[in-house]
């Protein structure tokens, strides 16, 4: 079992800048790959970002690239979405997801657990 808890959530400026952290419980964090997804006011679910167990490989949608980047820190149980020049588009709910795969997805089927989210707004 895996506890996920993002933090890092907030009202930005468009052009500004956020860091997501998304914290693991659990000793096995370091086989999992972790992907953060996000969420708009009526949309569904979609893919932002995603980092396989080791952090050789990372992935991101369109939408993000260039402007986001993944990173973990496998010694703090910790993954991270750092997020630049935000737009207002990029509102939502974010949430991180774990998957025992190890390698990383786009699809949100393919991952086992999920935190709880947390609120990103970005303002024009």
């Known amino acids: 079992q895996v506890q996920l808890v993002e933090s890092g959530g907030g009202l930005v400026q468009a052009g500004g800048s956020l860091r997501l952290s998304c914290a693991a419980s659990?000793?096995?964090?370091?086989?999992?790959?972790m992907g953060w997804f996000r969420q708009g006011p009526g949309k569904e679910r979609e893919f932002v970002a995603a980092i396989s167990w080791s952090g050789g490989r990372t992935y991101y949608a369109d939408s993000v690239k260039g402007r986001f980047t993944i990173s973990r820190d496998n010694a703090k149980n910790t993954v991270y979405l750092q997020m630049n020049s935000l737009k207002p588009e990029d509102t939502a709910v974010y949430y991180c997801?774990?998957?025992?795969?190890?390698?990383?997805?786009?699809?949100?089927?393919?991952?086992?657990?999920w935190g709880q989210g947390t609120q990103v707004t970005v303002s024009s």
């Open positions: 997801a774990a998957d025992q795969g190890g390698h990383g997805s786009w699809y949100v089927g393919a991952y086992d657990y």
């Open positions: 659990g000793r096995t964090f370091s086989t999992y790959a």
